[in-house]
């Protein structure tokens, strides 16, 4: 399976973000979630994360594949304490 890691992001931060702000940056992560890639376009998010959630308004993550870190977990080091319980779950079947 080619999955694709999302954001589901807090809600929009009343500043405005600044020229060379990484996109999201300004919104904090509230869940990390796991995908599947859409049928027949491997680099685009399928409708739904592996726990149901819909991905329409979630960022996808494109410095980060999973399948480029064997061995490591499926998401970014830096987001561990805010993985989605249930994705986790059905990455580590």
């Known amino acids: 399976m080619s999955e694709i890691v999302v954001y589901e992001l807090d809600q929009p931060a009343a500043t405005r973000p600044t020229p060379g702000t990484p996109s999201g940056a ?46 490591g977990p499926w998401y970014p080091a830096e987001h561990a304490s805010v993985v989605c319980s249930d994705c986790d779950a059905v990455m580590e079947i």
């Not at 904090?28 to 819909?54: E, Q």
């Open 26 to 71: 300004e919104r904090p992560v509230r869940r990390v979630h796991a995908a599947p890639a859409a049928p027949g376009t491997p680099g685009t998010t399928g409708p739904r994360t592996l726990c149901g959630k819909d991905t329409f308004a979630m960022e996808t993550v494109t410095d980060w594949k999973p399948s480029e870190h064997p061995g």
